[in-house]
């Protein structure tokens, strides 16, 4: 099966600069994800879609971050403004729904965000 | 919030010397899942535990599930250079909150 497509890889930006990611999950995966992960960390869960809808966004700094999962396949993750502190991967994973119990999660490359 | 934290941040062994990473949980998991990391690559899904005191073994890595299901442990046996990578450990209820992982390096 072809595995989470993520574009771009690479993002170079100025602080205050706005940069968008785009993931396209595991075909038949409802559930799709966004993890920030900086540098010497484990992944950090900004937001998570079931379909199209938002089961947990927490962890989202809503005032400079926002992602949207029309038609509950792919998704898109937007910052705006940028700040250095959001230098980091962002990783789009996705998984099956079913069970009573988390389901692996599949991870796409990641973008790698410079921003300077 | 939940809190997971995984001991020791690095190890560096020797190649065939044996290794062990533990995941400490502040609250009660329903499961466990481990996720190898190489270096310039995403996390994998290498194993989930779902019972009290679970063990599971894929070739010379062996999982544990702690009986309070607070806590597990990654062991490998022997360890090679393809080892090298950071191994996270990820609970919860309905959504994985990841340590910070072990960073393996192997001597060869």
């Known amino acids: 099966e072809a595995g989470v497509a993520q574009s771009p890889r690479y993002k170079i930006i100025e602080k205050r600069q706005s940069v968008a990611f785009w993931c396209n999950p595991i075909s038949g995966h409802a559930t799709l994800y966004w993890y920030q992960q900086i540098l010497g960390q484990g992944p950090k869960l900004l937001i998570q879609f079931q379909n199209n809808g938002v089961v947990d966004d927490s962890q989202l700094p809503k005032d400079r971050f926002s992602a949207e999962r029309l038609k509950g396949v792919d998704s898109t993750l937007k910052i705006q403004p940028a700040k250095l502190e959001d230098s980091a991967v962002y990783l789009c994973?996705?998984?099956?729904?079913?069970?009573?119990?988390?389901?692996?999660?599949?991870f796409g490359n990641g973008t790698r965000l410079t921003v300077t | 919030g939940q809190q997971v934290m995984q001991i020791p941040q690095y190890q560096h062994v020797q190649e065939g010397e044996d290794f062990t990473t533990y995941c400490n949980s502040s609250t009660t998991l329903s499961n466990i899942q481990w996720y190898k990391q190489r270096p310039g690559g995403h996390p994998v899904f290498l194993i989930q535990?779902?019972?009290?005191?679970e063990v599971k073994k894929q070739k010379r890595l062996t999982f544990q599930f702690g009986e309070a299901k607070k806590n597990s442990s990654l062991h490998i046996t022997a360890t090679q250079t393809t080892d090298v990578g950071t191994y996270f450990c990820?609970?919860?209820?309905?959504?994985?909150?990841f340590g910070d992982g072990t960073t393996l390096t192997v001597k060869p």
């Open positions: 990820a609970g919860g209820e309905g959504k994985s909150t």
């Open positions: 994973a996705s998984s099956s729904v079913g069970g009573a119990y988390n389901s692996p999660l599949h």
């Open positions: 535990l779902v019972k009290s005191g």
